[in-house]
Nanobody, 128 residues
């Protein structure tokens, strides 16, 4: 079992930046992908970004491309999401997730059901 704790959320004005972090503990000896999802107010949770174990593969949802950057530090068992030029529509609870089951499909790493462990979430609020 993997435990995930997110941090770095807060309130920021449109155009500002935030850096989210997620620390993993427990059975973290292999994490094929570490990803970020978000749940805007009144909406379903959605994919934001994900990164594979050696950081060679990264995927982003179209609405954040060019503004958000995902990175990971395997030595510290952490994943980060640098969010720049934030917009009010980025307001959401942001969740960290880990995919550590073998047999995954790279084509499905944007799907929530591909991930095995989830954090509790951190709130990001962008004011206009």
């Amino acid at each position: 079992q993997v435990s995930l704790v997110e941090s770095g959320g807060g309130v920021v004005q449109a155009g500002g930046s935030l850096r989210l972090s997620c620390a993993a503990s427990g059975r973290t000896f292999i994490t094929f992908y570490m990803g970020w999802f978000r749940q805007p107010p009144g909406k379903e949770r959605e994919f934001v970004a994900t990164i594979n174990w050696n950081s060679r593969n990264t995927f982003y949802t179209d609405s954040v491309k060019g503004r958000f950057t995902i990175s990971r530090d395997n030595a510290k068992k952490a994943v980060h999401l640098q969010m720049n030029n934030l917009k009010p529509e980025d307001t959401a609870v942001y969740f960290c997730a880990v995919l550590n089951s073998r047999g995954y499909d790279d084509n499905n790493v944007y799907r929530q059901n591909a991930y095995d462990s989830w954090g509790q979430g951190t709130q990001v609020t962008v004011s206009s």
